[in-house]
């Protein structure tokens, strides 16, 4: 092959490649103007429900054609920062502030029974995980010196704090952002990882505590959001992509996100990051990354190193399907959208 063949041989390849993450786009699906959406649980390709301020809950049966909405009775003024669903009747919604509660409905939202209460001054849960339909984790900000953490072994019905729990100590201004129930995520085994934010950004793991490289030291700084991968030839490690930035900021791509390889032990940086603040990320298959957050909708497609923005509209979180690959997004406004891929 001659050099003028092969350059227009490599000119093609990456003329595709960057057509190909043009061509995605996130459409926008039918919305509930006036809440803002932070909760969000896709279960299937046509199944996803959603969650957020005055109460709201939303469920479509039909990738999102149409939406069933409900106002959680008796609970019109909370604000359920998430939700984890397991099919078309049962979900379980967490809302912050005081007092701390969650919710569990077996009935498609026709009710809901209160399955945990925390009335302590202070209290503020943040997100929530589950690694399948029984084993699940929620995460609080600190109270009395301590990071306040739940468990469920029984799909939502009952929480507690874990016995034997490594006692990780706050430092001042350290907390959690409840942006898109994103920042902890359920492991095998009852472990879990989580990231903090605020005056120091840090990554909890099963062994160790990481301080992240991310723009920090300020009350709106630091980590919002985990992706985790299980590649499946990686002599035993994983693959990690944090998200945050400065949402008080929220156009600046400094800082905003931190990617490992081998379980925490080396970070890099993006060489392209996002474009501004983001709240959450998900990979959607194999290295190939989304991310969103209020200042628009990013793609990567080699394991977050380099990143293409999509959209400039905002979205609070991004989640795929459990089971399949359709990738929903919500945000502000009532905003939902899918990603069109």
């Known amino acids: ?62 990738g999102g054609a149409s939406f069933t909405w409900m106002t959680v009775k008796g609970h019109e003024q909370r604000d359920f920062r998430d939700i984890e669903a397991f099919d078309a009747v049962t979900a379980v919604i967490m809302a912050v502030d005081s007092p ?33 339909d ?43 952002f409840a942006a898109s129930g994103t920042n902890i995520q359920a492991l095998k085994k ?30 709106t700084t630091g980590a919002n959001s985990l992706a985790v991968r299980y590649p499946r030839r990686q002599n035993g490690g994983r693959y990690w992509v944090v998200a945050g930035g400065d949402f008080s900021h929220d156009t600046v791509r400094t800082g905003n996100i931190a990617i490992t390889r081998n379980a925490g032990r080396d ?17 959607i298959r194999g290295r190939k990354l989304i991310s969103c957050g209020t200042s628009g909708v990013d793609i990567s ?10 959209s400039s509209t905002g979205y609070h979180v991004c989640q795929r399907a459990k089971n399949g690959h359709a990738i929903y997004l919500a945000g502000g406004n009532g905003r939902i959208g899918k990603l069109e891929w």
């Open 100 to 132: 701390g509660i969650i919710l569990r409905t077996f009935d498609g939202g026709a009710s809901w029974q209160e399955v945990y209460r925390d009335n302590r001054t202070g209290i503020f849960l943040d997100a929530m995980s589950f690694r399948n």
């Open 1 to 62: 092959m001659s050099r003028k063949s092969i350059q227009f041989f490599i000119y093609t390849l990456l003329l595709l490649n960057s057509l190909g993450a043009y061509t995605q786009q996130v459409r926008e699906l039918e919305g509930r103007p006036g809440i803002s959406f932070r909760g969000l649980s896709v279960v299937n390709e046509r199944l996803l429900w959603v969650s957020g301020n005055k109460g709201t809950v939303g469920r479509s049966t039909n």
């Open 301 to 310: 497609r080699d394991g977050g190193l380099k990143w293409t923005n999509i």
């Open 190 to 219: 009852s472990k879990y990882l989580y990231a903090s934010g605020g005056t120091r950004s840090r990554l909890f793991t099963p062994g160790a505590v990481i301080d992240l490289p991310l723009v920090q030291g300020g009350s």
């Open 267 to 283: 970070w890099i940086s993006a060489t392209i990051p996002p474009f501004g603040y983001r709240s959450s990320v998900v990979f």
């Open 134 to 176: 029984q084993e699940g984790v929620v995460i609080g900000d600190p109270i009395g010196g301590q990071f306040v953490l739940l468990q469920t072994h029984d799909g939502g019905r009952n929480w507690q704090s874990p016995a034997g729990a490594e006692k990780h100590i706050p430092v001042t201004g350290e907390a959690f």
